[in-house]
């Protein structure tokens, strides 16, 4: 039964953690499916073994679930970043943007109330206010 302590050490190593009970509750769960196969099956120690440890699956089956879950967890993380960068370029924009209509407004148009200046602002105000629609729609998203 060494073969099946190796494995479930393997097992556990790969995918970082030293939990003791789990890997002891494990041992035993292959322990009795060998024990199984022995007594069922009649298959020699060796081929009950080999079997186990076959119809269990090796650490690839289980790590690679754990890899496209961090992958997940990175993309997630680059999309949040991208649209929070997004919307801090659209609000220095917007600003710039106001400032600049405002100031055309009291040097060209020589109006004390800015009619035209508030309304192309609230007009370039939708752009990042749509932005920061989508990235608290993102983090609302547990995927």
Known sequence: ??????????????????????????????YEKVDDLMREESLSEEDAIERTIQEFGDEADYSAASLEKARRV????????????????AGIATAIIAAMVFIANLVFLEAWFPWLAIIITLGVLFWPLSLLYKLLNKRGDRS
């Open 74 to 89: 990175h993309e997630r993380v680059k999309t949040l970043k991208h649209y929070q960068n997004d919307l801090l370029f």
């Open 1 to 30: 039964m060494k073969a099946i302590d190796k494995f479930v050490d393997r097992l556990f190593k790969a995918h970082g953690t030293q939990n003791k009970d789990d890997a002891d509750k494990l041992k035993e769960m292959l």
